[in-house]
């Protein structure tokens, strides 16, 4: 089982940008997904979350309203979209999805964001 993103780069302030994420090795579209971040010098922050059971939606407050996360069953395939992107945007973001039990205990390798002009 493994999750693999990719879609970081360098974008101005103000821009926008696709994340993926690729799943396998499990049945992707029965387990719930989310998206994470971690800046230089903090913390791991939760972006948003994708249910398995019903698909419900959250977000993280300091994201709510300029991301989106969804999924492509088919492909197994979780997105986030990222647009009014800030410098303050700026982490390493992961996937992550919980297979064995309540938490999140699959994560990705991480893609970098950066926001800058």
């Known amino acids: 089982v493994q999750l693999v993103e990719s879609g970081g780069g360098l974008v101005q302030p103000g821009g926008s940008l696709r994340l993926s994420c690729v799943a396998s090795?499990?049945?992707?579209?029965?387990?719930?997904m989310g998206w994470f971040r971690q800046a230089p010098g903090a913390g791991r922050e939760f972006m948003a979350a994708l249910r398995g059971s019903d698909s419900r939606i959250t977000y993280g407050d300091s994201v709510k309203g300029r991301f989106a996360i969804s999924r492509d069953n088919a492909n197994n395939i979780l997105y986030l979209q990222m647009n009014s992107l800030k410098p303050e945007d700026t982490a390493v973001y992961y996937c992550a999805a919980k297979i064995y039990g309540e938490r999140y205990d699959l994560w990705g390798q991480g893609t970098q964001v950066t926001v800058s002009s």
């Open positions: 090795g499990f049945t992707f579209s029965t387990y719930a």
